[in-house]
């Protein structure tokens, strides 16, 4: 009798150790599939390495030129302003927090998207991304494009451009020329010269892929008044006629403000829009509610249509964080 107990408990314990294992095999599982599965997504990013921006045309972005073709900074700003920008210019990385992590979001103007590696663009929309681990809040915060900064100029920029019988001064100048004229990365230097702020990541995305992606997510909603959505159709048509969309005059064009559901190109051309009152002050505000707008209608959608929107918006997006990195976000 008691050889049949003990039996009987051998026999539960081993069922318990096969459940455990199977439980455990099928966690496993899971967790592999949803690792390949993210990694073939983020895999889709163009990853860029600082070397790869060499090849950025000399004209890009260009500011004015004196007679002999030698660009002229800010010629607002006094030898003695200049002068100081030099002094504080940081020489080191900037203020830094173990949590907190700071992105760099970038949305330039360019009309060619291919040719991004040698022609970046104005970088229209400058957009610190920073992750508090410490709040679990995400905090999106704005640098004006027309923000004068202090632009000093490596001297391989320096030297490419005497090559080109050109000349890089350094000085002030509107903040989005940086990445124009040295890529992103030359854009994170300017910020951490000017603001004392860590930041080592990028991303860098173009307003006309960002039509795409919005009209993924079926358009997102915004509240317009009549001004923003009359100065939107400036943007939308510009837009639509270098899209080639059949009768780009009138085929986006928004009747008037409101509470409306905008596509991608309506809400993008009132991203773009400046001409309101509050200037680019309020277009940033802009900027960050489609931003938001997009959040909140991702996460709201099925399945399939993530992956279609992770399909449409992966391969538009350059950056310099490597898989690993993103991984280790995730």
């Not at 073709?69 to 173990?98: C, H, L, R, V, Y």
Request: hydrophobic share 40%; net charge negative.
């Amino acid at each position: 009798m008691a050889t049949n107990k003990k039996k009987r408990k051998t026999n539960k314990r081993n069922v318990a150790v096969i459940i455990m294992c199977a439980v455990l095999a099928f966690v496993l599982i899971v967790v592999l599939c949803a690792y390949l599965i993210l990694k073939s997504y983020i895999g889709k990013i163009n990853h860029v390495d600082s070397k790869d921006w060499d090849n950025i045309s000399i004209d890009a972005g260009e500011s004015q030129t004196d007679a002999d073709g030698n660009i002229i900074t800010d010629t607002t700003m006094s030898p003695e302003i200049n002068s100081s920008g030099a002094e504080n210019f940081g020489d080191g990385e900037g203020m830094d927090k173990d949590y907190v992590k700071n992105i760099v979001l970038i949305g330039v103007d360019n009309r060619h998207f291919e040719n991004i590696l040698s022609n970046p663009g104005n970088s229209d929309a400058i957009i610190l991304v920073s992750i508090n681990s410490k709040t679990q809040k995400v905090y999106l915060t704005s640098i004006m494009r027309d923000t004068a900064a202090y632009i000093r100029y490596t001297d391989a920029l320096k030297q490419k451009a005497s090559a080109m019988g050109r000349t890089y001064s350094d000085g002030y100048d509107k903040i989005n020329i940086a990445n124009a004229r040295g890529g992103p990365e030359f854009l994170l230097d300017i910020i951490e010269g000017n603001f004392k702020i860590k930041v080592d990541d990028y991303i860098l995305v173009d307003f006309y892929s960002l039509i795409d992606i919005i009209d993924v997510l079926g358009g997102i909603p915004m509240t317009l008044t009549d001004a923003e959505a009359e100065a939107a159709n400036n943007y939308i048509r510009d837009m639509d006629f270098d899209r080639h969309v059949e009768n780009w005059e009138t085929a986006n064009v928004l009747s008037g403000g409101g509470s409306l559901i905008l596509n991608g190109v309506q809400a993008v051309g009132y991203a773009r829009e400046r001409q309101t009152s509050g200037s680019d002050f309020n277009r940033t505000s802009r900027q960050r509610a489609v931003i938001e707008q997009i959040i909140i209608k991702a996460k709201k959608m099925s399945v399939s249509q993530l992956n279609e929107l992770v399909n449409t918006l992966f391969p538009k997006v350059y950056t310099n964080m490597t898989e690993s990195d993103i991984l280790g976000m995730v």
